[in-house]
Structures are given as structure tokens and as C-alpha cells.
């Protein structure tokens, strides 16, 4: 009889290795994480799935990061997860071997981002939040006892005990200080300029050929670095005043959340929305703001600053 014996048929079938092992999200073009920072990574097996399981193993070039898993029994089309821990800043090779064999290459860089927030970072942001709305704190002192938690500062930024001579006239005369004091990355202005009625009125929607203001702003302020973004803005020229944390942990997944003293808005949003929610906070305190003003008008312009360490 003619054909393979089951040894060199199994030897032959084996030899069929994943196409590659990389980012589950194709949008990661630079893979960055702080030190003592931890992130989950998703990782996905190239190929077409033929129900057969392979050794996988990323092997690392030096310590400056840690794997909480390096060795999976994977097919193809599968995921792999595994939690990164920046340990030393530098870039580290990770070598892709599949059943002993290299496949591939994957670069993580450990860096220290002046403008990029860790979940712990962020977390101490939430906690002070919590207390903000539970005791019915001004927008503008609960913001900047945010940042101040945030950055780990109780010197520039209002306390409990103290309001460290911040000037919170305006969101615009406090933020002048924060830039003097090095803690901003970037800023833009707006003003959201369309209105009912024509006039000087409630705002309905953006002008024309601005309808993705904020986002691109905010894209080009995010650029390719994972991690969790915060930017301080305000609406109606200073009516208001909060703070806006953007988690692009997974690029595939970018979403954000605004951080208010009056309530707590839930989950955090798909990206995409980000627009259409500053201008639905603009519409929804207009009147308010305008009750200010003798002329029962309000200025729609409204500013967002991004907020960085030292």
C-alpha cells in the first residue's frame, strides 16, 4: 500500500505553525507601560484554526518588564492573555517561539509618560469624586481636589485643609495656575457657535464642519500612548467645571468618562460619543448659565486642557 505512515503524517500536520502571535488589537502601533504598572495584554494566534494545539512561548531579552503567563497550549485563531508589569525603563524583545521554532517578535517599551495615568493613579481620582458628590462639593474646588489626588500633590492643589492658593474665580484663571506650576500637556478652546433661533441663544449643535471638534482634539492630545488620559475642561465659559478621563488602555477599545460633583455618570462611554456629549452638557446647563447674566444669555465657549506629572 501506498500513502504516509501516522508518524510522518503527524510530523508533516504539526509543521502547519500560526501565521504570527501579535496584538489582538491592530490599532497598537507602539505597546508602552509605566513602571509598577500592570495591564492585561491580549494576544491573537495568526492562522486558520485546524483544531490542533501548539507550545507557545514569549521569551523575554532582559527584566525591564515581567509576563504573568510566558508558556500557553494554543490553536490557532485563539486569544492569549497575560498581565505586563513595567519593571525598569527601556524597551524589551519578546521572542515569539512556537513548538521551539521563532515566529516572531513583539517590542514593549517601559516609560515614563509625564501624560499618561495608570489605573491606580486613577482610582485615587474616582475615590476623591465619590466624596465630592457625597458631600456637595463645587464643581470647581472638586476638580482640582481630583487632579490634586491624582497627581499625588496636597501642595498645588486644593485639600481638605487647605486651598493652597488657588485662584478659583474662573476654570480659566485657576487653570493659568496649574499651567505656571508644569501640570499641562496641552490645551484647546472652543466655542460650540450654532443656536435655536438664530441669536444668542440655546446652543443646538456644533457649526458646520465641526462636528468633531473635541475628538480630533482629543485624538491628536492622545496620539498612540496606551494608558489612561485626564483632561480638566469646562463648559458655557466656566459655568462649569469637571474632569474627563479617557481609558485607552486597548485603542480597539477607547472610551471615557466624565467625572462630575453632581452625579455619578455611570460606566464609561465608547469614544465615538465624546462629541455629542460635551454638546449635550453645553445645551442641558445653558439655562442655567444664562440665568447669570442680565440679558439671560450664556457664552458657549468652553475650554479642555490635558493634564500631566511633573
Not at 460635551?278 to 493634564?307: Q, Y
Amino acid at each position: 500500500m501506498g500513502g504516509v505512515s501516522y508518524a510522518d503524517w503527524f510530523e508533516i500536520k504539526r509543521t502547519v505553525f500560526p501565521s504570527s502571535v501579535n496584538f489582538e488589537c491592530s490599532k497598537i502601533i507602539e505597546y508602552n507601560i509605566g513602571i509598577n504598572e500592570t495591564r492585561e495584554a491580549r494576544f491573537k494566534v495568526g492562522g486558520k484554526n485546524d483544531d490542533e494545539k501548539r507550545d507557545i512561548k514569549f521569551e523575554l531579552n532582559n527584566s525591564n518588564i515581567s509576563l504573568s503567563t510566558s508558556v500557553w497550549s494554543s490553536e490557532n485563531e485563539w486569544i492569549l492573555k497575560t498581565k505586563i508589569t513595567g519593571k525598569a525603563i527601556g524597551e524589551t524583545v519578546i521572542t515569539v517561539k512556537v513548538e521551539g521554532k521563532t515566529l516572531n517578535v513583539i517590542k514593549i517599551k517601559c516609560i515614563n509618560y509625564k501624560d499618561v495615568f495608570s489605573q491606580t493613579e486613577i482610582d485615587r481620582l474616582i475615590v476623591e469624586n465619590q466624596r465630592s458628590i457625597s458631600n456637595h462639593t463645587a464643581c470647581i474646588v472638586a476638580a482640582d481636589k481630583q487632579l490634586g489626588k491624582l497627581l499625588n500633590n496636597n501642595t498645588d492643589f486644593i485639600t481638605d485643609s487647605s486651598n493652597n492658593k488657588a485662584n478659583v474665580y474662573t476654570a480659566y484663571t485657576r487653570v493659568e495656575q496649574i499651567k505656571s506650576k508644569g501640570f499641562l500637556a496641552n490645551e484647546s478652546i472652543f466655542s460650540q457657535n450654532t443656536f435655536k433661533g438664530g441669536g444668542n441663544y440655546q446652543p443646538e449643535k456644533y457649526s458646520n464642519g465641526n462636528e468633531h471638534i473635541v475628538s480630533n482634539y482629543l485624538n491628536t492630545s492622545i496620539g498612540n500612548k496606551l494608558g489612561f488620559h485626564v483632561f480638566y475642561f469646562t463648559i458655557l465659559n466656566g459655568y462649569h467645571v469637571l474632569n474627563l478621563v479617557v481609558d485607552n488602555q486597548n485603542p480597539c477599545d477607547r472610551k471615557f468618562k466624565i467625572y462630575d460633583q453632581l452625579r455619578d455618570r455611570g460606566k464609561y462611554v465608547v469614544f465615538s460619543q465624546v462629541d455629542e456629549k460635551i454638546l449635550e452638557m453645553n445645551v442641558n446647563n445653558w439655562s442655567g448659565a444664562a440665568s447669570l447674566t442680565r440679558d439671560k444669555t450664556a457664552s458657549t465657549k468652553f475650554g479642555i486642557w490635558k493634564i500631566q506629572k511633573k
